[in-house]
């Protein structure tokens, strides 16, 4: 088995006034790599904010108390603090550099998510307000387009508990099942697997973050060609919330 990651060249920067699924969709055609079915379109997060105008500002933030004695423990600038505040239902850890927050998403990462690259001067992004609704439309869009069964994820970049480094990771789907419950299959010895959930979204998301890139690669558009599992985890229903671990599971915040 084998599967093609590519990224799509010619996205332009983009703003309020920008149509995602169109770009997309004319990128896809002077491309000319077309869309097959089973494709998966993976769309940096920071795109979909900056299409959807979903910006801080973070001058206009007056830091409150809270966010002023976290920007000391954290050495972050006190109207970050405020922003991440705004944008979390939880502070679940502060440690040197980064804020571990519950954002109002349910998602536990560093900073509520929200990015201050690839964005203007004084400006920083939070996550899409429905990166799962973004995901939709723009592969209804696309189906409609090419006349193929698709998915789409929104990828984000996050760390992961007890290890350095961050990975490309799904905030969003549609079309595909973002986890693989293999419970009941046989291992290679015909044991059957009693618990094994593959997150196969954040894989997806983690492989066409190799080709996004961090810095000023401009390819925020990555295809995913020949995943031969698609068919098995196609939902046209699916969303990012089975990822999500009830708090009751949770046992590093009981």
Excluded at 34 to 60: C, M, P, Q, V, Y
Excluded at 82 to 107: C, D
Excluded at 134 to 141: I, P, Q, W, Y
Aim: charged residues 30%.
């Amino acid at each position: 088995m084998s599967i093609e990651l590519f990224g799509l060249e010619d996205i332009p920067i983009v703003d309020g006034n920008s149509d995602i699924s169109k770009i997309i969709k004319d990128a896809i055609v002077k491309q000319g790599c077309g869309l097959n079915h089973g494709d998966i379109i993976l769309i940096a997060e920071t795109l979909i904010s900056k299409a959807e105008e979903n910006f801080i500002r973070l001058d206009e933030l007056t830091p409150s108390e809270q966010a002023i004695e976290l920007a000391k423990q954290s050495k972050k600038d006190p109207k970050l603090v405020e922003a991440i505040i705004q944008q979390s239902n939880e502070i679940v850890e502060v440690g040197p550099n980064f804020i571990i927050t519950e954002t109002i998403h349910g998602f536990v990462c560093a900073n509520a998510g929200i990015d201050e690259s690839n964005v203007g001067e004084g400006l920083a992004t939070p996550m899409p307000e429905n990166a799962d609704k973004s995901a939709f439309e723009v592969r209804k869009f696309l189906e409609n387009e090419f006349d193929q069964e698709i998915a789409v994820i929104i990828t984000d970049t996050q760390g992961r508990a007890f290890r350095f480094g961050a990975i490309g990771t799904a905030i969003g789907c549609s079309g595909i099942s973002p986890i693989w419950r293999r419970v009941g299959e046989k291992d290679l010895y015909g044991r059957e697997l009693e618990t094994t959930e593959i997150a196969t979204c954040d894989e997806l998301a983690s492989a066409a973050s190799l080709i996004m890139g961090q810095a000023d690669e401009g390819l925020p558009v990555v295809i995913i060609r020949g995943f031969d599992s698609f068919d098995k985890l196609r939902n046209e229903d699916s969303n990012i919330k089975p990822v999500l671990m009830p708090r009751e599971f949770d046992v590093f915040r009981k």
